[in-house]
């Protein structure tokens, strides 16, 4: 199973643009990239997923190297409510039989006004 | 559209009492389930997870057990608490299907064990 890391923690200021970057040294070629977004006392919510190069939806754009040994998570002009714990999950797409994705300890981003 | 439900949202018990947390699914069939853990200030640790009705892996040997007795309905459980056994408990579903963008989780259960 890949090892994510992850900054502990981040801080920005509303309407700037943040980068969260992960890194997944022992990726396997079957693993997706996928991040969520966790407020506290709630469950981790979906933001992105990914398997190479670029991917953006409404909420985030997800950057994948050519190697995907890392993945950068990007979110584009911060407010405030954006405050959170942002997980970076290396594994199987559940979807391709992968239920043993990791959560590790995610990067907890303080947006300031 | 798929909702997930999970309850209680809080719950002290003391020690040495029973756990049942109950999970339920709407709107997919066939999903697989899972029940994670979060202690305080860490990340998740997936418990179980199941692929199908009475189906059922564990990842880490503890005090508790889960069960699946109908397609969307999973139960985590624990005949005792145990103090260690306090943390947020997250119940999750993923679809098998080939539009699946990952894991959709319930609201979670505080629970406390005194």
């Known amino acids: 199973l890949a090892k994510t890391t992850q900054p502990i923690s981040m801080d920005s200021y509303e309407g700037q643009e943040v980068n969260i970057t992960c890194s997944h040294n022992n990726i396997a070629t079957n693993d997706y990239i996928t991040w969520y977004q966790q407020f506290p006392s709630q469950g981790p919510r979906f933001i992105i997923q990914g398997y190479k190069t670029k991917v953006t939806n409404e909420v985030a754009s997800l950057f994948i190297p050519a190697d995907r040994k890392s993945s950068t998570l990007s979110l584009p002009r911060v407010s405030l409510s954006d405050t959170a714990v942002y997980y970076c999950l290396v594994g199987l797409s559940p979807n391709t039989g992968g239920f043993k994705t990791i959560f590790g300890a995610g990067t907890r981003l303080f947006v300031k006004a | 559209s798929q909702t997930i439900h999970q309850w209680p949202a809080t719950l002290v018990q003391p020690v040495g009492s029973p756990l049942s947390l109950e999970c339920t699914v709407e709107?997919?069939?066939?999903?697989?389930l899972y029940w994670y853990r979060q202690a305080a200030g860490r990340g998740l640790q997936l418990l179980f997870y199941?692929?199908?009705?009475?189906?059922i892996s564990s990842e880490v040997p503890q005090n508790l057990s889960a069960s699946r007795p109908q397609d969307r309905q999973f139960i985590l459980s624990s005949k005792k608490l145990l103090l260690s056994d306090s943390g947020f408990y997250l119940c999750?579903?993923?679809?098998?299907?080939?539009?699946?963008?990952?894991?959709?989780f319930g609201s979670g259960t505080r629970l406390t064990v005194v």
């Open positions: 199941s692929v199908g009705i009475g189906q």
């Open positions: 999750a579903w993923s679809s098998t299907g080939t539009d699946n963008y990952g894991y959709t």
């Open positions: 709107g997919t069939s066939n999903p697989n």
